[in-house]
Each structure stands twice: as structure tokens, then as C-alpha cells.
């Protein structure tokens, strides 16, 4: 066999491999979906779709960004609390519309699909940092433990907002990668405006995501000292440029995938919502045990 083939064939068989534990992957996320037999057992997605079947969408852009009317601030909808990432409420929310299960005997199996759909997507991505980083092998081995963690395969079966957060954090981390391993002249732009796009995103499905966004300084450094002596100065030059540019993306995204962490009425209304940061407040003292909440005995 010659080299070409060879070649050839190894490609044919890691693909062949990938496209079997992506499979395995999607039967262990999708199957039993309807666990708890309409039971809402877990308390987390029960207030969740608690929150869902009380949202309406908007008529307007205006209206989807004014914090005080909008129909999908859950604020507005009799749920005081809300310290959720809004970003997985909006495509769980809009789904179920259009497939008629916005209800609340219905949009929770609707969130539930699309979380195992999202974690099966991070099987993929987990392929993809890996054959990025390293090779395809690594790759695929990275994908096939990604795939049959026990933890990953629980979380998709709960319509909950971290199996998004966690697509988008992933996804912010290939982008870094993209930047780290970037070889020849000048550092391609798009991959620090993916990345802040991504940040942005994942930020809006779970605030705590933010301290991903240290991986694209880290990459740009690590593709910096790549660089020859004479080189540096111009590139380091480029690199803070293209950081604040994803940084800019990065908030832009927040703003538009969580519009109600901001008081409005309009996109330009950037003050911070009081509502959200007392939210926020009061979720960091029963996690830090200085409220006496029942979660907080488990946590």
C-alpha cells in the first residue's frame, strides 16, 4: 500500500471512528428523555420551565430590549429571581413555539433535546481542540472520553443551562486554540472575533463562564513567542488590537444574548440592572453560606 493510501486510510478510519462514538454518544443523550415521567423531579429544570411557560415572545426589537415591558424578562413574568443565563431561554423558549410544546407539560422535553443536542456538539468540538492542539488520534480520544462521561451524558438529560454554557465555552477554547497554533505571517483576524462572539454567548448561558476569556491572551502569547525577535513588536502590536476587538464582540453579544442584565429601554441603554446585580448578590451569599437556603446545605 502506498503512502497516499495509507494516508487515506487512516483519515477514512478516525472519521469512520468519530461518526460511531458521536452515535453512541447521541443514544446515550437522547434516549430516555422523558425520565421522570412528567414528574418534574429535578428542581432546577422545574423552575426553569416554570419560567418558560410564563414567557411570551416579543413583538419588537424595541420591545425585546426594553428591561421594564419586555414579555421574555422572566423579571416581568412574576419570577423575581432569575440568575440564569437568558441565551438558553430564548432558544428553548422559541423552539417549543415553533414546534407547539411551549407549555409546561411540554417545553422541559423540548429543553431536554436540545441540551443533549448541545452536549453532543461539545463531543464533537472536544475532537476538534484536540485534533487542533495535538492530531486526529488524540482528538477522537478526547471525543470518545467526552462521550461516555457519565457526568456530560446525566447533564444532557436535564433541561438546565449548562449544557449550553458549556458548548459555547468550548467553542470560545477552539478559537484560542486557532490563535495559539496559528503558523506563518501575519495572525488571522476571524478567530479573535469567533472567540469573542462565542465568550459573549457563553457568558449569556452562565455568568460564571466569563474567566474563559484568560484562554485568548494566553493563546495570543503562546503564538507571540512563536514569533522572531525582530517580529515581536509588530505582532504584539496586531495582537492587543485583535483582543480588544474580541473583547468588544464579547460584550456586544452579552448585551444582545442577555439584554436584561442591562436597565434599557434601547440597545445603547448599557447601565447596569440593579434587579440583576441584587440577583447576583443575594445567589453569592447562599453559596457562600451566609444565607440559611436549603441548596446551599448540599452545595
Known amino acids: ?9 487512516s483519515r477514512l478510519l478516525i472519521w469512520f471512528l468519530l461518526l460511531l462514538v458521536l452515535g453512541l454518544g447521541a443514544y446515550l443523550r437522547f434516549v430516555g428523555l422523558a425520565w421522570d415521567l412528567d414528574q418534574h423531579l429535578h428542581p432546577d429544570e422545574r423552575f426553569l420551565t416554570m419560567v418558560e411557560s410564563s414567557l411570551e415572545p416579543v413583538g419588537s426589537l424595541s420591545e425585546y430590549f426594553n428591561t421594564d415591558v419586555s414579555s421574555l424578562n422572566p423579571n416581568n413574568q412574576g419570577h423575581g429571581f432569575y440568575v440564569y443565563g437568558t441565551l438558553p431561554l430564548f432558544i428553548v423558549r422559541y423552539s417549543a413555539e415553533f414546534l407547539g410544546r411551549a407549555d409546561y407539560g411540554g417545553v422541559h422535553l423540548v429543553g431536554r433535546a436540545l441540551s443533549a443536542t448541545f452536549d453532543l456538539l461539545t463531543v464533537f468540538l472536544v475532537f476538534m481542540v484536540g485534533s487542533k492542539l495535538f492530531d486526529r488520534r488524540v482528538g477522537l480520544l478526547g471525543a470518545a472520553f467526552s462521550a461516555f462521561a457519565v457526568l456530560q451524558i446525566q447533564h444532557a438529560h436535564f433541561f438546565t443551562v449548562d449544557t449550553f454554557a458549556t458548548f459555547f465555552s468550548v467553542l470560545s ?14 495572525v488571522k483576524i476571524s478567530p479573535f472575533l469567533f472567540f469573542g462572539l462565542a465568550l459573549g454567548m457563553a457568558g449569556a448561558s452562565k455568568i460564571n463562564t466569563v474567566p474563559v476569556a484568560v484562554t485568548l491572551p494566553l493563546a495570543s502569547w503562546l503564538y507571540w513567542r512563536k514569533k522572531p525577535a525582530e517580529e515581536r513588536a509588530e505582532a504584539g502590536q496586531t495582537l492587543i488590537l485583535y483582543i480588544i476587538l474580541a473583547a468588544i464582540i464579547s460584550i456586544i453579544a452579552f448585551r444582545v444574548f442577555q439584554p436584561y442584565a442591562f436597565s434599557g429601554p434601547g440597545f445603547l441603554g448599557i447601565k447596569p440592572n440593579p434587579k440583576w446585580i441584587s440577583n447576583l448578590k443575594s445567589l453569592r451569599a447562599q453559596m457562600g453560606g451566609d444565607a440559611d437556603f436549603p441548596p446551599a446545605l448540599q452545595w
Open 1 to 9: 500500500m502506498s503512502k497516499r493510501k495509507e494516508i487515506i486510510t
Open 173 to 186: 477554547f477552539y478559537f484560542a486554540a486557532e490563535v495559539a497554533k496559528a503558523q506563518g505571517g501575519k
